[in-house]
């Protein structure tokens, strides 16, 4: 494994439904970043897991959206009752966390589509 | 609060250098990066630079850091086709989470 992986890649779901999306940092990273990119614009921070605990969560983040990180590893991002607002690409990142060592490194990104 | 301010759009001719320009708000900002990203992916990581310091290179890439007016430039030598794509300026207190600007994006011409 030499990176961030995402699944699913695209996903287009009705207005209303639930989805899941999931990340599988770099072996080893202890961080776990989720942020989410509308079109023309920067990422925007989601949340971020060091290990299974959730340091930070966005003020902007609706109360629909959950993240975790069981275990430490891979992390899962739901978001319940999807409008059409939420249509954008979800980007994941890690790194590992250590003196003088901050770089993040993204995933693929999960394209939402709610119609 | 935190702002990264990046302009919209920069043409540059093949072989000519570019230069992207960045600037933020946080004087607190310990970090700076810089990311590309090309149509359809995720972001790559070009380099980043401590807040103490004022230069770095890597290869094509110089990135020059003025804390004092809070002004950060990347500088690609030798722009090739490749180099096409949008970047993005990205700053972070002790590798927390990253908050970035809108985007620039760099069309290079033959």
């Known amino acids: 494994d030499t990176g961030v992986s995402q699944d699913p890649r695209h996903k287009i779901t009705k207005r209303g439904q639930n989805v899941t999306f999931r990340c599988d940092p770099i072996?080893?990273?202890?961080?776990l970043y989720w942020y989410r990119q509308t079109l023309g614009q920067g990422p925007e921070f989601l949340t971020y897991?060091?290990?299974?605990?959730?340091?930070?969560k966005s003020r902007l983040l609706s109360d629909r959206f959950s993240a975790e990180r069981p275990k430490g590893s891979f992390s899962t991002l739901e978001i319940q009752r999807t409008e059409q607002g939420d249509s954008a690409m979800y980007l994941c990142a890690s790194s590992f966390s250590s003196s003088g060592n901050y770089e993040q490194y993204f995933g693929p990104g999960t394209r939402l589509t709610v119609t | 609060g935190e702002d990264v301010e990046q302009s919209l759009f920069l043409s540059v001719r093949e072989g000519d250098s570019s230069v992207i320009n960045c600037t933020y708000t946080d004087s607190s900002s310990t970090y700076l990066y810089w990311y590309k990203q090309e149509p359809g992916a995720g972001l790559q990581l070009l380099t980043y630079i401590f807040s103490n310091m004022d230069m770095k290179q890597d290869q094509r890439l110089t990135v020059l850091l003025n804390k004092k007016d809070k002004h950060l430039s990347l500088r690609i030598a030798d722009t090739q086709t490749g180099d096409s794509a949008i970047y993005f300026c990205?700053?972070?207190?002790?590798?927390?989470?990253?908050?970035f600007g809108g985007g620039t994006r760099v069309l290079v011409k033959p």
């Open positions: 897991f060091q290990n299974e605990a959730q340091l930070e």
């Open positions: 990205a700053e972070s207190k002790a590798g927390n989470k990253l908050t």
């Open positions: 072996s080893e990273h202890n961080r």
